[in-house]
């Protein structure tokens, strides 16, 4: 089944300790992106990727890292995580770019203590 | 600056009654305009885009330049319709901005 997959869904972590969403696609897309989603805010991009090795900045790229080192993979990396980075997380990608239909994952549940 | 705004987040109307979701935007370029949508224990997911011009689940949308605005309508509302609608502008080539969001509830 084509789709995006984000692990894990809940995640529960405390102030500085390192962490890393997973986000793996299987449709061969080009594009990958992730967003967070918080209440009032609707979503906002952190980061995006265009193709492998050629990442960039979203809104909100403070405290995060990405890394496409391969097609299908594009995880969010939270060096030190705080508490104002307690948020719903999801990943997209598309074909090509932002014009194209976005497929997104299930989305993580992040909660910093 | 560009910007999408819903002006309600919540919206309720009856089973068969019109439904009008609002989305207006901010922005000095050519817009593209989408609309996504998030059903219960579903993943976000693209209802229309406005260059289709397309009816979706009998869903339509018109881009109005004058009035910067994209909202959704329906001309009958369906429980089904029940969900989280998101009204997002493509700015720039690999920007895309998202309202705050609209959950609409149809009830019976």
């Known amino acids: 089944e084509a789709q995006v997959t984000q692990n894990p869904r809940y995640l529960i972590t405390v102030t500085g300790k390192k962490l890393t969403v997973t986000c793996s696609q299987n449709?061969?897309?080009?594009?990958m992106s992730w967003y967070r989603q918080d209440p009032g805010l609707g979503l906002r991009q952190i980061y995006y990727s265009m193709n492998v090795e050629v990442t960039d900045k979203g809104d909100v790229p403070e405290g995060y890292k990405v890394s496409r080192k391969e097609k299908r993979n594009f995880p969010l990396i939270l060096e030190s995580p705080s508490p104002n980075q307690t948020s719903l997380y999801f990943c997209?990608?598309?074909?090509?770019?932002?014009?194209?239909?976005?497929?997104f994952g299930s989305g993580t549940q992040l909660s910093v203590l | 600056a560009q910007r999408v705004t819903q002006p309600e987040k919540l919206l309720s109307v009856f089973k068969g009654a019109p439904v009008e979701l609002k989305c207006n935007y901010s922005?000095?370029?050519?817009?593209?305009l989408f609309w996504y949508v998030q059903y219960s224990r579903q993943r976000l997911q693209l209802l229309l885009r406005h260059i289709s011009r397309e009816s979706i689940k009998g869903f339509t949308a018109d881009l109005n330049k004058g009035e910067t605005s994209f909202h959704l309508k329906k001309p009958f509302a369906q429980e089904e319709d029940s969900a989280m609608y998101y009204c997002?502008?493509?700015?720039?080539?690999?920007?895309?901005?998202f309202g705050q969001g609209t959950r609409l509830t149809i009830n019976p």
């Open positions: 997002a502008l493509r700015a720039g080539a690999q920007k895309l901005v």
């Open positions: 449709m061969n897309h080009e594009y």
């Open positions: 922005y000095s370029g050519s817009p593209e």
């Open positions: 997209a990608s598309s074909l090509y770019g932002q014009s194209e239909k976005l497929f």
